[in-house]
């Protein structure tokens, strides 16, 4: 999706989320329910997610509604650098999704489950993008900005889907020469639609920058200790009290070619190094004598102004395997990487080449390097990247997860060695594979209970697998959560077991449902009965309204839910409950990648 042409965009985002499914303490991820805790005490659950507010649980009110705002498109790029004449120039983004984590305790997982996605307005320049399948994020880079100190607000992270030419895109041009050039390139029989990829940095919470200032630490916690305070006062005070995030955008509009990944870069990969100053994995692609580097994961900013690190001028050196020199194809400038960089071209920057050195450096490796000699990062020339980074399935199933590798972004054939490392001995896997013909490996999952597992991809003979396991910024990764069967198919179906064993799972965790159906009043629920259905059923999963919005319904759930459904009409009794929790203390340890993930959630 690097070459030309593409379109950029640049705005915010708001993030709603429900926070309390992030603790351990108050919620497991294994049985997907809080369905140990007594039914009498349900609004016990939801005072106690107001109170883990001074904790951490900075959005207990929370929608999982993630919406753009202020978006709007920045500029294009035909191939003559970025220009911002073009009529679609201007024109608004428009999205909204439900942010999801496939593994809720941590931050490696988040997903976008949206419908459509609009650039332009109806009756003019407009991409109209029927959704094909979710926003997928990778790469969290949690040292891209040491000056916003509150919870994720140190970190960015890559957001990636793809929109099929089949599934209803459409390219509105009129007189948008950018929009005209796109148009024409999705012709090609190799295109197969446009790919997405923004960048999601500086998260604000609590509508406060300040929050996030830690010049002085004590002032800091104050500032965050008030806000929190504010915050529940609000809660205890009823009615609806979303309290979202927001972060700032940068964005790319590409073409999505045959072979190429859906949900994260498939680009020839220059990881970052080890010790290198917080500069984050980078990606590039040549194209004849053209070098497009996507540095908007990158450089970190130094400040809440946002003002780039100054790492000086930057060489772009083709190296051999023992690390010697090979050619040198160009340098960076600061004002190639700085803050109006930046936001003009969404961290693209764009590199002429000598042919030869490109020629060089077709099958040699990248790396970026600052002047004194400093790595910053260098590419890994395999890649084994997953079809399906997040994976769902029901206790008792077997799925085929399926990667695809690449060497220097293009697929690779047969023989290639991939060593695939599970996070957990209850699952089964192949622990090394050879792609096939197609440049493909694939292994079982077995759901054989109620688990979130993480698998790491190292392709290559000799591979060595990470002991930290994922480094999100190095390896490739996917997660599968099986969701258990709890034995509710013996159940009768009861409202006090649909209620008890079902419904009071969201109806304690997900205050803000009560503004559209109480999920303890049985008259409600059953009234509702074919909409629940629909929104329920496994085949709409990918939409927007699905429910519930964390995906965690268990088959036997459903099933008794249905059976409920499908009854007679219930009584009017209403029933209702949860239990209390406490928030475990933070580690004063230097925190693991594992443990990272986690504070990302306020854990």
């Given amino acids: 999706m690097l070459e030309t042409p593409h379109i950029l965009f640049r705005g915010k985002v708001a993030w709603d989320p429900i926070t309390t499914n992030n603790y351990t303490t108050m919620y497991d991820e294994a049985s997907a329910s809080w369905a140990q805790i007594p039914a009498e005490t349900a609004q016990v659950f939801r005072d106690e997610a107001i109170t883990a507010v001074e904790n951490g649980n900075w959005n207990p009110g929370g929608t999982h509604r993630s919406t753009f705002f202020d978006t709007q498109i920045s500029g294009v790029d035909t191939g003559g650098g970025v ?46 993008a029927p959704r094909t399948t979710r926003f997928t994020a990778r790469y969290i880079n949690f040292r891209r900005n040491g000056a916003n100190r509150m919870i994720a607000g140190v970190a960015s992270v890559i957001w990636q889907t793809a929109f099929a030419k089949s599934d209803g895109l459409e390219i509105d041009a009129f007189d948008s020469p950018a929009l005209q050039a796109l148009a024409k390139a ?58 979202p995030a927001r972060s700032d955008v940068v964005g790319v509009v590409g073409l999505w070619r ?29 194209d004849g004598d053209t070098l497009t580097l996507d540095l908007g994961n990158s450089v970190s900013e130094v400040d809440q102004a946002l003002t780039k690190q ?35 071209a969404s961290g693209l920057v764009t590199l002429k080449l000598d042919p030869a050195a490109a020629k060089v450096a077709a099958d040699a ?19 084994a990247i ?38 957990a001995s209850s699952v089964t896997v192949t622990s090394v594979s050879d792609t096939d013909a197609n440049g493909q490996v694939s292994f079982d999952v077995i759901g054989s209970q109620g688990q979130v597992n993480g698998f790491v991809f190292v392709p290559g003979p000799d591979a060595e697998v990470p002991l930290g396991g994922i480094d999100p910024q190095v390896t490739t990764y996917m997660y599968a959560r099986t969701l258990p069967d709890n034995g509710l198919d013996r159940a009768p179906a009861t409202w006090a077991n649909v209620y008890n064993q079902v419904l009071i799972n969201w109806y ?88 990272l993930s986690r504070a990302m959630r306020g854990n």
């Fill in 310 to 344: 100054n790492l000086g001028q930057i060489d772009v050196v083709v190296r051999d395997a023992s690390g010697n020199d090979l050619a040198t194809l160009g340098s960076l400038a600061y004002a190639d990487y700085d803050k109006a960089a930046y936001e003009s």
């Fill in 258 to 286: 045959k072979g190429e990944p859906i949900h994260e870069p498939g680009d020839r990969a220059l990881l970052s190094s080890e010790g290198a100053t917080a500069f984050g994995t980078a990606f590039a692609r040549i």
């Fill in 83 to 128: 220009a911002t004449g073009d009529p679609f120039v201007g024109a608004p983004v428009g999205f909204q999704g439900m942010l999801v984590d496939c593994e809720p305790y941590g931050a490696f997982s988040s997903q976008l489950f949206f419908d459509t996605l609009s650039l332009g307005i109806a009756g003019g320049c407009r991409i109209y």
């Fill in 508 to 595: 304690a965790m997900a205050p803000c449902m009560d503004n559209w159906l109480r999920l303890d009043d049985p008259a409600q629920v059953y009234s509702y009965g074919p909409m629940l259905k629909t929104l329920t059923d496994p085949a709409n999963f990918e939409l927007f309204r699905y429910m519930p919005v964390v995906r965690d319904m268990t088959a036997d759930s459903r099933r008794l839910l249905y059976r409920f459904l499908d009854g007679p009409a219930p009584g009017a009794t209403k029933v209702a409950a949860m239990a209390t929790a406490t928030l475990a203390a933070e580690p004063t340890h230097e925190l693991t990648n594992a443990e």
């Fill in 386 to 423: 997953p079809l399906t980074p997040n994976l769902y399935l029901d206790q008792g199933d077997t799925t085929t997860a399926v990667a695809q590798v690449y060497s220097r972004g293009v697929p690779v054939g047969a023989g290639v060695p991939v060593t695939i490392a599970a996070s």
């Fill in 186 to 243: 999705i012709e090609d029989p190799d295109v197969l639609g446009l790919t997405v990829r923004w960048n999601s940095y500086f998260t604000v919470y609590y509508d406060d920058p300040s929050l996030g200032d830690a010049s002085d630490p004590v002032k800091q916690k104050q500032r965050q200790a008030a806000s929190a305070a504010e915050l529940q006062a609000k809660l205890r005070g009823g009615g609806f009290q979303p309290n």
């Fill in 365 to 383: 490796d990248l790396c970026l390097r600052q002047s004194n000699g400093t790595v910053l990062a260098t590419e890994a020339a395999l890649r």
